[in-house]
């Protein structure tokens, strides 16, 4: 079974700067999807930005991008000049491409609180 | 457009009793995903139907039970409630269902058992 670990319950950083969340999963599978959701305390899921693990390139949405390394099963994101709106709880999810009666269900991290600093 | 609505906002139960939450999809969406998010940890999958069956299923028990109506719509529910059941259930929608299609989510549910 798959598996999405997140190792940093909480991470600050100060207002304009950079800040990276660390996410690794375990998989055998060689073809899939990863997420990065963003849930303010609004409370909906927000999707950030994803990527198709038989892309080698990097996925990239604006001051969001991740750093994917397939071999040692590591996601992370790195958000750049960090606005205090970014502040929320951030889950890096795993969605399997293989088996279709799995219903595309996503495996989530336990997510990452994120603070911004004026 | 709207995006994916679900009723009610918050509710409180007693143990035992029954709850029927509800979800209504993105126009032009057939297929909805349930996940129980409980405070302090990630969501968990328990159901995805598409085109009014079942495609997917959790590890939960036989207590958490769904359906989808012809209007795409969708229903959650849990039996004999449990403490254990509190949570926020969050409904989300996708075009077909598959794993290339893009989940939407709703605000969810914030269920309490007392």
């Known amino acids: 079974a798959q598996t999405v670990t997140q190792s940093q319950p909480e991470m600050s950083v100060q207002e304009a700067e950079t800040v990276t969340l660390s996410c690794t999963y375990d998989t055998s599978e060689s073809d899939y999807y990863l997420f990065w959701y963003k849930q303010p305390p609004s409370r909906q899921m927000i999707l950030v930005i994803r990527?198709?693990?038989?892309?080698?390139q990097n996925a990239t949405e604006n001051r969001f991008s991740v750093n994917f390394q397939k071999a040692a099963k590591s996601f992370s994101l790195k958000i750049s000049d960090s606005q205090l709106g970014d502040a929320a709880m951030y889950f890096c999810?795993?969605?399997?491409?293989?088996?279709?009666?799995?219903?595309?269900?996503?495996?989530f991290g336990q997510g990452t609180e994120l603070s911004v600093k004026p | 457009d709207a995006g994916v609505t679900q009723s009610p906002t918050h509710l409180i139960k007693t143990r035992g009793q029954h709850v029927t939450l509800r979800c209504s999809p993105i126009s032009g969406h057939k297929s909805v995903s349930w996940y129980q998010q409980v405070l302090g940890q990630g969501p968990q999958f328990i159901f995805q139907?598409?085109?009014?069956?079942?495609?997917g299923r959790g590890n939960f028990p036989d207590r958490f039970s769904a359906r989808q109506f012809p209007n795409y719509s969708s229903e959650l529910n849990v039996n004999a409630l449990l403490l254990g059941d509190s949570a926020l259930y969050l409904c989300?929608?996708?075009?077909?269902?598959?794993?290339?299609?893009?989940?939407?989510f709703g605000n969810g549910t914030r269920l309490t058992v007392t």
């Open positions: 990527q198709e693990a038989y892309k080698q």
């Open positions: 989300a929608s996708s075009t077909r269902g598959q794993y290339n299609s893009p989940l939407h």
């Open positions: 999810a795993y969605r399997s491409s293989v088996v279709y009666n799995q219903g595309g269900k996503l495996i």
């Open positions: 139907y598409y085109e009014k069956e079942e495609r």
